[in-house]
């Protein structure tokens, strides 16, 4: 069972060109066992927001608090707690999964969980692809992998920004399963999604307006 998690975010503010504001003051925590909802308009940030939250990028003004045990843990330390995914996230495709999964285990620093990666590439229906090049894979496939990735380190906190994209519905399915699972065992996640499937799996949801 996951420890006591919290992810604090507090005076949250992001700019962009001409320092015009995407957002400003968001303030909000989240618990153990939560799946929070960013919402909005296109263009009001629910990416930015995200991608701050994960750590991939930098707010203007404001803090992200990562929490375990009621101790604040260290930036350097973030990195093997958190999973991430994406549509508009990288992968290097040409390696293999199983090369991939290597290659990411030593860049995160933990230990390689061979037997995990092999359930996970089998509940994704790619266990046979496993000694493929990445690049010789579907849009869909390549999203799979991206998600065996993320799940694969058995990070705390997980972050997905539309997470249904380029998947079929038997993918969507085991991703939900996985998502529940990850709230069952107390982890924290969060999605920034406007589709209304997506926002079904949230407990808690901030709706961002479009800055003028």
């Given at each position: 069972?996951i420890r006591?998690l919290?992810l604090k975010?507090?005076?949250?503010?992001k700019s962009?060109?001409?320092?015009?504001p995407?957002?400003?003051n968001?303030?909000?925590?989240?618990?153990?066992s939560?799946?929070f909802?960013?919402?909005?308009?296109?263009g009001?940030?629910?990416?930015?927001?995200?991608?701050?939250l994960?750590?991939?990028?930098s707010?203007t003004?404001?803090k992200?608090?990562f929490i375990?045990?009621?101790n604040?843990?260290?930036?350097?330390?973030l990195?093997?707690?958190i999973?991430f995914?994406?549509p508009y996230?990288n992968?290097?495709?040409e390696f293999?999964?199983?090369e991939h999964?290597?290659?990411?285990?030593?860049?995160?620093?933990?230990k390689?969980?061979?037997e995990?990666?092999?359930?996970?590439?089998?509940?994704?229906?790619l266990l046979n692809?496993?000694?493929?090049?990445?690049k010789?894979?579907?849009s869909?496939m390549?999203q799979?992998?991206?998600y065996?990735l993320?799940f694969?380190?058995?990070?705390l906190?997980?972050?997905?920004?539309?997470p249904?994209t380029?998947?079929?519905?038997?993918?969507?399915?085991i991703v939900?399963e996985?998502?529940r699972?990850h709230k069952?065992?107390?982890?924290?996640t969060?999605i920034?999604s406007n589709?209304?499937?997506?926002k079904?799996?949230c407990?808690?949801?901030?709706?961002?307006k479009?800055?003028?």
């Amino acid at each position: 069972m996951i420890r006591n998690l919290q992810l604090k975010a507090k005076d949250l503010s992001k700019s962009f060109y001409l320092n015009r504001p995407i957002f400003s003051n968001i303030s909000f925590g989240i618990e153990k066992s939560e799946i929070f909802g960013i919402a909005g308009e296109n263009g009001s940030g629910k990416s930015t927001l995200l991608k701050i939250l994960a750590g991939v990028s930098s707010p203007t003004s404001g803090k992200v608090d990562f929490i375990i045990d009621e101790n604040i843990i260290e930036d350097s330390n973030l990195f093997e707690l958190i999973g991430f995914v994406s549509p508009y996230l990288n992968i290097y495709e040409e390696f293999t999964p199983i090369e991939h999964f290597r290659i990411a285990s030593k860049i995160k620093g933990f230990k390689q969980n061979k037997e995990l990666e092999l359930n996970l590439l089998k509940e994704f229906k790619l266990l046979n692809r496993r000694n493929d090049p990445i690049k010789t894979f579907s849009s869909g496939m390549k999203q799979r992998v991206k998600y065996i990735l993320a799940f694969s380190s058995e990070p705390l906190f997980m972050f997905f920004d539309e997470p249904y994209t380029n998947l079929d519905t038997e993918g969507i399915r085991i991703v939900n399963e996985l998502i529940r699972s990850h709230k069952n065992k107390g982890g924290v996640t969060v999605i920034a999604s406007n589709d209304d499937r997506e926002k079904l799996l949230c407990n808690n949801i901030i709706e961002l307006k479009k800055q003028n």
